[in-house]
């Protein structure tokens, strides 16, 4: 059986959903932006003028726009833009308070945040050696797995395993 560090993090259930939320971020990132450029030009040939011209003028005018497919929109870039300001944030939480937090940062950066994919490994740890000296497949995954494990107790506010007792001492149930 292999040792709890060995484990994959796509197989280890407590970082699931970071790994599954990274594996789209890019995928959401140019949702989101093919979203708001379609509804940006919408606007403008429909009303000639600009979503937040519009939005001003409806609001001003007291209008309702609940149940409308406006509405709809707005209320899916939203919650889109949200949840990438909240990967976002954490990242450069990560990045400027973990102990290491700088190469971590460019791990995730390069291998799930970067505009473009690279297309494999190798390439990631190419890039990846002006941040970090002398880093090995084996040492990219290590360190992959504890960037994602880092990133998930910011995200979903899990505990470090190894701080259970220290908790349970001060924090008695």
């Known amino acids: 059986m292999a040792k709890k560090t060995d484990l994959d993090v796509t197989e280890d259930p407590r970082y699931h959903d970071t790994w599954k939320l990274l594996r789209k971020y890019r995928d959401v990132v140019w949702s989101l932006e093919l979203s708001v450029q379609q509804v940006r030009n919408q606007f403008k ?16 005018a007291g209008a309702d726009l609940s149940g409308t497919e406006i509405e709809h929109h707005a209320k899916c870039i939203e919650r889109s833009d949200k949840m990438l300001t909240l990967v ?71 505990t470090a395993q190894d701080s259970m007792d220290i908790l349970e001492r001060f924090f008695p149930k």
């Open 88 to 158: 976002q944030n954490s990242v450069e939480l990560l990045r400027s308070r973990h102990k290491n937090g700088e190469e971590y940062y460019w791990i995730l950066y390069y291998t799930y945040l970067s505009p473009q994919e690279l297309r494999n490994v190798e390439e990631i740890i190419e890039q990846l050696r002006a941040h970090i000296r002398d880093i090995s497949f084996r040492t990219y995954y290590r360190k992959r797995r504890a960037a994602i494990e880092a990133l998930s107790s910011i995200l979903w506010g899990y």
């Open 45 to 60: 040939i429909e009303y000639e003028t600009s979503i937040e011209d519009f939005l001003e003028s409806v609001y001003l």
